[in-house]
């Protein structure tokens, strides 16, 4: 239920629920920050139980967009979208309801941009624009836009397990380390390919019996879903859904450290302190998935070249990891309490503009 108590620990700005009735769909909006500028965030398409879950997730999911820009220092904050689908849409259904999101989006004016997500693709943006909205990121190369944004998301994830390594082993080299990848979707199988070329084990599990069967020709060693957790492993890499660590999951791991691309990974805040207990390094969520919304604002919203989208992945990632590690150590806080201090401190202000017309 939308109470004051939710309202006020998630800490945003606006909240829209819209209904649509054709299709019986929520299309939820969440504004979680515009204090340092225009906020951005993808939009999610998937079937909830309920509308509260629904709400809750696209909270949670808009405040951690602010944090991935604070961290990079971008004149940007955070919103996000939530599409709840009462069933999967035919083609026809799904385009009218992309439209339709189109025109909200319209009516927020600019102070919202958003991109694509779990459930929404480029192609899916593309259909969005159509209505007229100039606010809509990571469209297709062949309609103008940056194209998907998994391959930045994969950038920053491996540029995350480097840096974590370096702070477990002392070494940022991958050679012969064993990383375990959580869902070989887009994500996940570009990171695989990545750990690959650098030298590293990778195992992986996932649950499409297609993927699990492209990916084990390519030569990755397959894990069970049942064996997903207490696989021995340097890294365990989520990369599919949230809420991944909890109660149940983390006694069972075996691993060292935890660096994944997925949204909100721990179902509690409280299982960062579990992770601790475990002697397991937990890699923050949202700066280690950072890559993809970073890199596509870089370019789409500040004219960056690809490059300098790749540098500014790497140095947020990189250099906030290693202040967060270092201040986890000797101020002895949990990591995740670390990088809420120092990323918090990035959330800037911009300046009132004061209209002096008369
Ligand atoms: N899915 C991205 C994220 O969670 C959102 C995004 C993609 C935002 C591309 C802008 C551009 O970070």
Redesign the pocket.
Known sequence: MITEELMNDWGGETLMVNRHESSGAFIIVAIHSTKSGPA???VRMKKYDGLDQAVEDVLKLSSA?TY?FATANMNWGGGKSVISIPHNLGPYQRTELLHDFGEILKTFDGSYYV???VGTSSEDMDVIFQTGAPYV??RTKASGGAGS?ANPTAYGVFCAIQTTCKRLFGTKNLNDRTVLVQGAGNVGGLLMNSLRDAGAHVLFSETSPKLVEKHIDIGYRYIPDEAVFSTKCDVFSPCAMGGVLNKHSIPLLSCKGVVGAA?NQLAHRSDAELLEENNILYAPDYIV?LG??IG??AIEGEGMTFEQSRDLIKSSIQETLELIYEMSDKDSLPVLDAADKIVEQRVKRRPLMIDTHD
Request: overall charge neutral.
């Open positions: 951005a965030g993808g967009m991935k991109g694509p997500d990121f990571s944004s949204n998935s993809g919304a596509i604002t």
